[in-house]
């Protein structure tokens, strides 16, 4: 609450940062470069150059500098072969993101705005999935004080480096009323100062209070509860509600022989891992938040033509009864084999997680709805590098704790300059004796097609 009362004395305008196209066109051709803060050209952290390739061929249309907007609108539509009873057999949702960026001088600033339209909110009460809404996802502001950064407002950060699920990126929740199998974060008021290196970075993260969650309604396919159950989206959060949750971070990277890329972050507060309970007398379910003391770490290093990762973390569970203290790695590794036909590239995937608890007599992974226990995945990217940002990715989850399976794959393409395509199917097999959370949806098959208009 008070970061959002001292945002909002804060000036704000709509813009984009100013780009050196020299730098950028070198980029795209592969060798990732960076100018520093001390004016030398850097090669870009491993984990970042997807994410910065993506933005690149992000389509923007600039109004006059230093402003700029962009945005996309996308329709998906969803069948589901198999489903729970009473669930919907398929869903359309209309959606909208658009985003403006604002830099002078020293001072930037970032606004995106979301907005989705589900088909079966138009119908009658009855039947709605109760998943349509305006959100708005970030507004923050950002001052350069030169070898640091001020940051004030509402923001997004991702956190990680593993392919299949990220389990150290937890500064945002999950959006609960959309698809699990996508990325929906939901922006989150804080306040941060960043002191920047030759090699890395040192931040202080202030985070507000914490937020209270919708679920969508029982007919859409991933509301996992009963229908005789309702929600309360009030969430019950241990001590004061307005405490904060505060991160230390420290991100770096080698120049050696094996780039390693490596960041360690202390955090004091809330976790992200909630936990629902029942009123018995009302049948209302509502979530639980408690305090932890977490440390995590998430690092790459490159050894040829292999990128080895890994994600680890602890969480010292302060007072809460049911909640045990818990531990969570994952590790994995790609190797890409480069032009394998043509100009095309083969990514070999492997990855392992593991959850544990470590007290027998409170909640175990079951009861908080943990999916990867003790799983292993295997999967192939496949890039055309045609120039349409064509790509296939495919894989299976094995559970060894659950017996357990869960296959998926990916296409997504541009059609055109300013078109895309994505289409996905993925099938579950659930364990026949355990409450697992792919037990809930039982045995679970569905298609989905996203077309999305990029401006």
Known sequence: MF????????????????DNSSLLSRFLEGEALFVSRSGDVKK???????????????????????????????????????????????????????????????FSAYMSLYAQQDSWDLSDKQNRNERSYVRLDELYVKYSLGNSELMLGKNIRFWGALELRNIVDVFNLQDTRNDPFEI?????????????????????????????????????????????????????????FFRPNIYLTWTGSTETEYALDYAFILQN???????????????????????????????????????????ALYADVKSDSLISDYYQVGV???????????????????????????????????????VFQNDLFLGLRYTFNEGNDASIVSGVVL????????????????????????????????SKDEATVYNLLERHQRFNLTLGYYF
């Open 399 to 430: 559970d060894f704790e659950y017996d357990e399976e869960a296959y998926y794959f990916e296409y997504e393409s541009r059609l055109a300059k300013d078109l895309k395509v994505n289409f996905d199917y993925r099938y579950l097999n659930p």
């Open 44 to 106: 870009f952290p491993a984990r970042e150059r997807h994410a910065l390739k993506i933005a690149a061929s992000t389509p923007v249309v600039e109004l006059e500098e230093p402003f700029s907007i962009q945005g996309h609108v996308d329709v998906s539509t969803q069948t589901y072969l198999t489903r729970p009873k009473g669930k919907h057999k398929n869903n359309i949702t209309l959606s909208e993101r658009i985003s403006a960026k604002y830099k002078k001088d020293d």
């Open 332 to 370: 994995g590794v790609e190797h890409t084999l480069g032009q394998i036909y043509g100009d095309s590239d083969l990514g070999l995937l492997a990855e392992y997680y593991r959850y544990g608890t470590l007290e027998k007599d409170k909640r175990d992974d079951l009861a908080l709805f943990e």
């Open 269 to 311: 507060g809330y976790d992200s891992q909630r936990y629902t309970t029942l009123n018995a007398e009302s049948n209302v379910l509502h979530e639980n938040a408690y305090f932890v003391t977490k440390f995590m770490t998430y690092d790459t290093l490159v050894v040829g033509s292999s990128l080895l990762k890994l994600e």
């Open 184 to 240: 929906d974060k939901l922006g989150v008021w804080n306040v941060s100062y960043t002191y920047y290196t030759d090699n890395g970075e040192l931040s202080l993260i202030v985070k507000d209070d914490e937020q209270d969650r919708d679920l969508s309604a029982f007919p859409y396919v991933y509301n996992y509860f009963s229908k005789a159950f309702n929600y309360d989206k009030n969430l019950y959060a241990e001590g004061a």
């Open 3 to 18: 970061i959002r009362f001292l945002f909002s004395y804060s000036v704000f305008c709509v813009f984009i940062y100013a």
